[in-house]
């Protein structure tokens, strides 16, 4: 069982800054004895606003390679500390659009090329609950 807590999310002005952060706990995260992973896995930030279908902001895999939708490449920054399989966003120059509930979500790498695994939707099988995000314009 694989479980993923979101926290940080709120109320921000346009412009301004918020961090999210999603802990995760379980098998996917399994290490062996020399602490690594059993099986590359990776994690991501989708955000849902309302009338919209769901998105993938963000991707990160266990081995660091990253993925940024257009709409927030170079103002949000994602990270992971795998002692600890916690994650985080850091969301720069927040605009009002950027207003959703932001969902943490976590999934096993089908593929070794971690440039791949962390960019496929089919990647991310376990969620979170949200964090809801509110810019105010």
């Known amino acids: 069982q694989v479980q993923l807590v979101e926290s940080g999310g709120g109320l921000v002005q346009a412009g301004g800054s918020l961090t999210i952060s999603c802990a995760a706990s379980?098998?996917?995260?399994?290490?062996?004895?020399m602490g690594w992973y059993h099986r590359t896995n990776a994690m991501a930030w989708y955000r849902q606003a309302p009338g919209n279908e769901r998105e993938l902001v963000a991707g990160i895999s266990s081995g660091g390679s990253t993925y940024y939708a257009d709409s927030v490449k170079d103002r949000f920054a994602i990270s992971r500390d795998n002692t600890n399989n916690t994650m985080r966003m850091r969301m720069n120059r927040l605009k009002p659009e950027d207003t959703a509930i932001y969902y943490c979500?976590?999934?096993?790498?089908?593929?070794?090329?971690?440039?791949?695994?962390?960019?496929?939707?089919?990647?991310?099988?376990?969620w979170g609950q949200g964090t809801q995000v509110f810019v105010s314009s």
């Open positions: 379980g098998s996917i995260f399994s290490v062996n004895d």
């Open positions: 979500a976590a999934g096993p790498c089908a593929t070794q090329i971690q440039f791949l695994c962390v960019r496929q939707p089919e990647t991310y099988e376990h």
